[in-house]
């Protein structure tokens, strides 16, 4: 019976580390799952604000454009 005792204790224990380790595990990718999602983020915003830049140049060339074709049609 103490055999049996110790042997249940000692799988107890390594289920407790165990339990432990996986707790920890879910910590870790708990914050690198934070982390990503803020870069995710900081990367949509990133984007957001070249297409504005892009979509406001584009608008420059096309009236750059304009004013070509009006100066070559007055000569």
Not at 4 to 25: F, G, K, S
Not at 30 to 42: C, D, P, V
Request: glycine share 4%; hydrophobic share 40%.
């Amino acid at each position: 019976l103490p055999e049996a005792v110790e042997t249940v204790e000692t799988h107890l224990a390594i289920l407790a580390e165990r339990v432990e380790q996986l707790a920890e595990w879910c910590e870790r990718l708990a914050r690198e799952k934070q982390s990503l999602r803020e870069g995710m983020t900081a990367l949509q915003s990133e984007r957001d604000a070249l297409r504005e830049k892009n979509d406001q140049l584009r608008a420059r060339i096309d009236t750059m454009i304009v004013r070509l074709k009006g100066l070559g049609q007055t000569l």
